[in-house]
Every structure is written in C-alpha cells, then in structure tokens.
C-alpha cells in the first residue's frame, strides 16, 4: 500500500475482514476527506507505523520470554533430578546396621 494512502479513510463491503483476509462482495471506495491536512495525515502515518512496530517488538519479546521460561524449567528439571540422584546415592550409602538399630530402639 502507498504511504500516501495511510490514515486514510475508506467504505468497503460491511463483510471486509483485514485480519482474514476476507474482502466479502469486494466493494470499497476511498471516502475524500478535504478537512485533513498534510501534516495530520503524516501524524496518523508515524502512529500507525509505530503502532505496528511495538506490536511487532511486543511479539518478539513474548517469544524470548517463552524461551527463556522453557530454557529456566529445563535447567531446573535437570538440577532437580541431580539433586534426586545424589539423595539416592547418600540412601545407599547409609549402612542399613543403623537403620536396624534405630528400629529396635523405637
């Protein structure tokens, strides 16, 4: 789309879906807008590319943030199941006399 028809407004079939992609009978006529100056037509374009930048940064960063969330948990998982094997390591080394002893005492 021409930079110059950014901000501008326009009547298009009432079934016209942007998101979709669906242009419904394919009606659609620019509405002249002779009130609207130069400069406020170069304001709504610097908004609108904006808007569309920090949509696309926001999107960039959710995904680093899932990313990282998923690289955290991995990270934990395996210290937790280091931690588990070492557990494991200590029980079997506990003479099991001890433990004999223990019960008898109780």
């Not at 009978?25 to 009130?35: A, N, Q, T």
């Not at 037509?41 to 990313?67: C, G, M, P, V, Y």
């Not at 990282?68 to 934990?76: P, T």
Request: net charge positive.
């Amino acid at each position: 789309m021409d930079s110059t028809k950014f901000g501008r407004k326009f009547i298009t079939c009432k079934f016209y879906n942007r998101d979709s992609g669906m242009r419904g009978c394919g009606f659609f006529i620019w509405v002249e807008e002779d009130y609207m100056t130069g400069w406020q037509r170069n304001i709504i374009n610097d908004l609108l590319t904006e808007n569309r930048s920090l949509k696309r940064e926001l999107r960039q960063t959710r995904k680093k943030f899932e990313e990282i969330a998923k690289e955290v948990d991995g990270e934990k998982l395996k210290e937790l199941k280091e931690d588990l094997v070492e557990l494991k390591i200590e029980a079997s080394n506990v003479p099991l006399t001890i433990f004999i002893q223990f019960r008898k005492t109780v």
